[in-house]
């Protein structure tokens, strides 16, 4: 076992004039006097006896750099600090105020120099380690909070008690918003710390949070009135910043509460899920736009079967099921109006016309007729989201 080398008959860091040194370059650098250690008995004696630190030194310097960090004194603080103190333990250092030697003063500043040189470099590796180690801490800490609070069953006194120190009060309404890369290469964590800074000016620093889930940008802002107005917020934050690439947003609606919150980012997710289905081509999607998705999603069985018994006989039309379904999309999506139907589908009113009365005499559903457009709305809607005909319906294949 290797002992440890006693230590060499120095001042005492108990000694009025090392005690002076510290309290002073405390108070000058507004940093605790602490964190100096056993540095000035170990600085005097270098300038006295010309001694270069031990190993076992420079580590417990190390780790008053890591303590300096768990205290929240920044790295240029306490480098201030051991400067402050070295220079005023030089101008009271009994080796130089009573020598009239040069040299034996240029050896004792070139042993206090070295001293200095080794210390700070220790000091700020302990500082840098432990901020590197409390940065990890904290990422994982905020990684394993976003997910059991984007996950709705952790336990809600837990969380309620967690979410403090991130500023978030679950009491509160909050929106969930996903951003996610429509290319590959995307550049998600720098997109995610340029959208933290957007979040930040948009809404404050509390009630915010902004995190990376499953390759995708998560961000919880305070629900306002309008729930649309916070994806537009970030999607605007986005533009003038010049991200580059092309990123899909969709917000869930405001909710209140721990489940709240839970609730916004599956609205949110589902919300992504649909556009990505439906080949939307607007890069801002909102939850309640595609609530009617939502609700026809819930029942595969039931909406494959109103798309087989409604639209199946479609096949049978001119050009097939694809022109069909496409003449009533845009129908519907004009308000039943002909005319403006021709001119999206770039044909004439007439063809529009015989598409319609061909549609129901296949269907039974006359478009035109307000208590049968439901269904073949609905159907059409189902048709979307099962991406029929061009992928067969489940009992198409049996």
């Known amino acids: 076992m290797v002992r440890r080398p006693e230590p060499v008959a120095t001042p005492a860091p108990t000694d009025e004039w090392l005690e002076s040194v510290s309290v002073a370059a405390a108070a000058a650098c507004r940093a605790p006097a602490d964190l ?8 005097a004696d270098a300038a006295i006896h010309g001694r270069r630190p031990a190993s076992w030194q420079l580590d417990a310097i190390r780790a008053l750099g890591r303590r300096a960090a768990e205290s929240e004194v920044d790295a240029g603080r306490a480098v201030d600090l051991y400067l402050s103190a070295t220079w005023r333990l030089w101008r009271e250092l009994p080796t130089v105020a009573r020598s009239s030697d040069p040299e034996k003063v240029r050896n004792a500043a070139t042993a206090v120099l070295r001293v200095l040189d080794d210390a700070i470099g220790v000091l700020v590796d302990g500082h840098q380690s432990q901020r590197r180690d409390m940065i990890r801490r904290e990422e994982a800490q905020r990684a394993a909070f976003v997910d059991d609070l984007l996950r709705g069953d952790a336990d809600v006194s837990s969380l309620v008690e967690r979410a403090e120190p991130f500023g978030i009060d679950l009491g509160k309404r909050h929106s969930v918003t996903l951003i996610t890369a429509g290319e590959p290469g995307s550049k998600v964590e720098q997109t995610a710390a340029a959208l933290e ?19 995708r940008i998560v961000a919880i802002v305070p629900a306002g009135s309008n729930d649309g107005e916070v994806g537009s917020t970030l999607k605007q934050g986005l533009a003038r910043r010049r991200i580059t690439g092309r990123w899909r947003l969709a917000t869930g609606r405001g909710f209140p509460g721990a489940y709240g919150i839970a609730r916004s980012y599956e609205e949110a997710r ?87 009365a061909r549609i129901a005499q296949l269907t039974g559903y006359h478009a035109a007729h307000a208590d049968q457009r439901f269904t073949l709305q609905a159907a059409v809607l189902g048709a979307r989201l099962l991406d029929w005909p061009t992928v067969p319906l489940p009992s198409d294949t049996e």
């Open 36 to 43: 100096l250690g056993e540095y000035l008995p170990m600085l």
């Open 197 to 215: 800074r957007i979040v930040v000016e948009a809404f404050g620093d509390r009630e915010v949070l902004v995190a990376i889930k499953d390759g």
């Open 270 to 356: 589902e919300a992504l899920e649909y556009a990505d289905r439906l080949n939307l081509d607007d890069d801002l999607v909102h939850a309640r736009d595609l609530l009617v998705y939502r609700v026809l999603g819930r029942d595969q069985a039931a909406i494959v079967d109103l798309v087989r018994d409604v639209l199946g006989p479609l096949h049978q039309m001119r050009g097939g099921a694809t022109i069909a379904l496409e003449t009533l999309q845009e129908y519907f999506a004009t308000g039943a109006v002909a005319t403006d139907t021709a001119r999206r589908l770039h044909v004439s009113v007439r063809t529009v016309t015989y598409r319609l």
